[in-house]
């Protein structure tokens, strides 16, 4: 069944009536996977995200969450749905339990609920043994896992993360995706994310969005990213000197050739599979192959080609600027 | 569908969950406890012992001029007592009472009020920066609640404070007027109540648009102690030159201070009173909810 948890249709936001952070953007996102907006910092993930989940409101278009209006029924949305912000939003000076029962209380959860509730959440993230701690104390990663144990205590549909990894070191960021993964197997739950970590995107969505300047520059799965670059580069070099390039261009899958310091470098999709057949024909005409190298088209590679640039860290407000630098040093603790 | 998962759905869940959250900062941080208890000592220790006002009257031994005849025994007992009821009347007629430490340590009770409420617009501030505000939006809990919250904490803090200073100026000599009687501690925090939901409603709709604590902290610096003086509070606004007396007609907290007075040290006149009560309870009431008004047409971008 294929039911969109969320839908957009020309989403726009326009702060002081001339800066376009979201430009009509249109999306959906499914039941049980977990969408991915990719994109420099500025480019309007954020804004769209903020949008979602009713902190801000939209100039134009329109956009519904689990079918509700996130304009007009704005208190449905924020009921059904799990919210994990870039900031770490949890008190210092309150507890772990403290912090995730001030969330029960912002949903309105009885008490009794709450701390059951709590205790499992803490159980999931394995910060059951800091429970009692104030939050001071906890490290980046610690604090990653109680916002996520924070947002979904009110048991959401859909959960939207913000830079879920922003500043934590390579091994926690691992730890954070195995969270998430588990969340959508686990509890069947549907997940929007932001991210400006290209390798994040690959490793957790389902589908990626990648956005630039306001804009949804092309939606799909990583694999069909990629594969839309027209596939993987194969570079082989053979002992012989005769030219083999229209023999490999024959081979399927293959789509082009070129010849580099006497090596070819072949563009050829699904190369895993297509390299052993292109060694194959160059046996067959008695060519021995010294040397060969596969390499798959990583996401950056498809946002170049599709924004004509690195993913790049633009020029940004001061806010902005502020909250991410007191992310990344508290991520750091 | 069910959209609430049975959780409460009254328009007020969560008040009491954010303001506790405002209130546990205070008093599970011993040091920021001891100090907002520490501070109305100092201050009326430094204001209300320092200025002596009492003692410019008294005190001290001066020589008459050599009169010819020179004045018998009885005549300069009969100018001392004079010079005696001189300083009474100066300070009755001056203070509305005879001692200057009570006044002053009364109009303290409004100066807590001041300072403890700016600091709920700070607190606004910082919540924005560290992305709390952000989170509590995206949660069903009402906006006037996020905002109504804050000045609950700031107004529950200050009317702490307020008893704690009347405790201490009982103990440093406060002296009580004929009409006090325990119930007028109530009035006190009634009125209490009413200035610091107006200022504190005040300071948020003014900070709740800044991004950088500098803003709050310039704001406050330059509005508070003109505030201040500009009032009854330390002095009274009867020797002032006219046009401060008209800025003190307008200033909530000479009304404030006011009442407090009325109804600890003086025989409470039940019209000004009243009128105090009036003044504050319409700025309260205005000030609350435009501010209101404004933060969350503010959160509801």
């Known amino acids: ?333 | 569908m069910s959209s609430t998962n049975g959780n409460s759905k009254s328009k007020l869940h969560g008040l009491w969950a954010l303001t506790n959250r405002e209130l546990k900062k205070w008093y599970k941080a011993p040091v920021i406890f001891i100090l907002s208890i520490v501070q109305p000592i100092l201050w009326m220790g430094l204001l209300g012992k320092a200025m002596n006002i009492g003692a410019l009257f008294s005190g001290g031994t001066f020589t008459l001029p050599q009169l010819t005849p020179p004045l018998t025994p009885p005549q300069l007992q009969q100018l001392g007592s004079y010079f005696a009821g001189l300083q009474t009347n100066i300070l009755q007629g001056a203070f509305n009472t005879t001692d200057y430490f009570s006044f002053m340590a009364v109009g303290m009770i409004a100066f807590t009020a001041l300072f403890t409420t700016m600091f709920s617009g700070m607190s606004v501030v910082w919540d924005r920066r560290l992305g709390f505000l952000n989170k509590a939006l995206s949660t069903p809990v009402s906006r006037a609640v996020i905002i109504f919250s804050k000045v609950l904490s700031a107004t529950l803090r200050s009317m702490f404070q307020a008893g704690i200073i009347i405790v201490i100026a009982v103990a440093f000599g406060l002296q009580v007027g004929a009409t006090f009687t325990p119930l007028s501690i109530l009035g006190v925090f009634a009125i209490m109540f009413l200035i610091c939901v107006g200022l504190s409603s005040a300071f948020i709709a003014i900070t709740i648009r800044s991004t950088r604590i500098e803003t709050p902290m310039a704001v406050v610096s330059l509005i508070n102690l003109p505030l201040m003086f500009a009032s009854n509070a330390f002095f009274p606004t009867k020797f002032m030159p006219d046009w401060l007396q008209t800025i003190a007609r307008f200033n909530p907290l000479t009304y404030t201070t006011d009442a407090v007075r009325q109804l600890l040290i003086f025989n409470t006149d039940w019209t000004q009173l009243a009128m105090d009560f009036t003044y504050v309870g319409i700025f309260a009431v205005i000030v609350a909810t435009m501010g209101i008004v404004l933060s969350w047409r503010f959160l509801s971008r």
């Open chain 1, 1 to 333: 069944m294929s039911e969109d948890i969320i839908k957009t249709e020309g989403l726009t936001k326009v702060f002081n009536k001339h800066l376009v952070a979201v430009d009509h953007v249109n999306f959906e996102v499914e039941r049980g996977e977990i969408f991915g907006f990719l994109g420099p910092n500025g480019a309007g993930k954020t804004t769209t995200i903020n949008m979602l989940i009713t902190i801000l409101k939209p100039t134009e278009g329109k956009a519904s969450v689990l079918g509700f209006d996130i304009a007009e029924q704005d208190d449905n949305v924020r009921n059904v749905i799990g919210v994990v912000p870039q900031e770490y939003t949890a008190d210092e000076d309150l507890t772990g339990l403290e912090n995730v029962l001030l969330c029960a209380d912002l949903y309105g959860i009885p008490r009794n609920v709450a701390k059951e509730r709590a205790m499992d959440l803490l159980k999931l993230v394995e910060l059951t043994d800091f429970k009692d701690k104030k939050v001071q104390t906890f490290s980046g990663g610690m604090r990653r896992r109680l916002e996520l144990a924070c947002g979904l205590i009110n048991r959401p549909k859909v959960l939207f993360l913000d830079e879920p990894t922003l500043g934590l070191d390579v091994q926690t960021r691992t730890a954070t995706w195995d969270y998430i993964r588990k969340l959508k197997k686990e509890y069947g739950m549907t997940l929007f994310m932001t991210t400006h970590y290209l390798e994040e995107a690959d490793a957790l969505c389902d589908r990626v969005a990648i956005i630039d300047h306001g804009k949804i520059i092309v939606v799909g799965s990583p694999e069909e990213l990629k594969h839309s670059l027209g596939g993987d580069i194969i570079t082989i070099s053979i002992k012989e000197d005769t030219d083999v390039s229209e023999l490999i261009r024959s081979v399927e899958h293959v789509k082009d050739v070129k010849t580099e310091d006497g090596s070819y470098r072949i563009k050829a999709e699904y190369g895993e599979v297509t390299a052993p057949f292109i060694i194959e024909a160059l046996r067959k005409k008695g060519h021995t192959v010294t040397k060969l190298s596969l390499t798959e088209p990583t996401l950056n590679e498809v946002y170049l080609e599709y924004t004509g640039k690195s993913l790049r860290d633009a020029e940004e407000s001061r806010e902005a600027f502020f909250a991410q630098r007191m992310t990344m040093r508290r991520a750091r603790q």
